[in-house]
């Protein structure tokens, strides 16, 4: 017969079996680098079908596709030539689907389903990655940028992540601002005060038509539908004639 040790053993591995249920049970968090099918992509009539249709990627990392809308969505991948790569077979409502770009060079994805949802990746090793962290809203900015070193008269594409300081997890519903001065100071490039991030990723474009010095600053204005103190980041680049 057990004794009272023994059954407060039992009762703790019960309580931990549940736990350890429960934890198993919790969705996955977004990965870093992630585009969101976004609610109601299914509606031609709707402005925008993904978060992000444009997304340079470093060769050798992997791209997840989040399905945020209330419908199953399926998604196929072609190489430049117009070689289907893969297929996602379903994607269901708040499950995800991804995609190692191992080999360098442009890819088009798409909806055979939807066929006005559709987008590109760019998988490049000419690509520049840097984070500023330890901000007082406890959100560390990410700026990715390609080409590398910008280009005058070439568009140079943006990815701004936002990061939980804390669970290194995408932070969702951020407002910000992004802007970029020039080399007198002057800016060149805004945003407006102040755009809302649903999913924590933002791209933006930018043809710079002079060389020299750029600061590119990342303003967060509020967090979860909270108005913060403004946080600034700032990252500079050198663009070349």
């Known amino acids: 017969m057990f004794d009272s040790r023994d059954t407060l053993v039992v009762v703790v591995s019960l309580l931990l079996s549940s736990m350890l249920a429960v934890i198993v049970m919790i969705p996955i968090a977004y990965a870093e680098q992630v585009i969101s099918i976004v609610p109601g992509a299914s509606d031609q009539t709707r402005p925008r079908f993904f978060d992000i249709t444009f997304y340079p990627i470093k060769t050798g990392n992997e791209l997840v596709w989040h399905n945020d809308d209330n419908t199953d969505h399926r998604l196929?991948?072609?190489?430049?030539?117009?070689?289907?790569?893969?297929?996602?077979?379903?994607?269901?409502?708040?499950?995800?689907?991804?995609?190692?770009?191992?080999?360098?060079?442009?890819?088009?994805?798409?909806?055979?389903?939807?066929?006005?949802?559709?987008?590109?990746?760019?998988?490049?090793?000419?690509?520049?990655?840097?984070?500023?962290?330890?901000?007082?809203?406890?959100?560390?900015?990410?700026l990715t940028w390609s080409p590398s070193t910008p280009r005058v008269g070439q568009i140079t594409h943006f990815i701004l992540t936002f990061v939980n300081a804390k669970t290194s997890k995408n932070q969702e519903h951020i407002d910000y601002g992004f802007t970029i001065n020039g080399p007198t100071g002057k800016t060149v490039y805004s945003t407006g005060f102040s755009r809302h991030s649903s999913g924590g990723i933002e791209p933006v474009s930018y043809k710079f038509g002079n060389a020299g010095k750029y600061t590119d600053t990342v303003t967060i204005y509020g967090v979860l539908f909270q108005t913060v103190d403004p946080d600034q980041a700032n990252f500079t680049m050198t663009a070349k004639p």
């Open 76 to 142: 196929v991948i072609k190489s430049e030539s117009g070689s289907q790569i893969v297929d996602s077979g379903v994607i269901r409502s708040n499950s995800s689907f991804s995609y190692k770009f191992n080999q360098a060079g442009m890819y088009h994805f798409s909806s055979p389903t939807y066929p006005w949802m559709q987008g590109d990746v760019l998988a490049t090793d000419d690509i520049s990655t840097a984070r500023v962290g330890h901000l007082k809203n406890n959100v560390d900015v990410e």
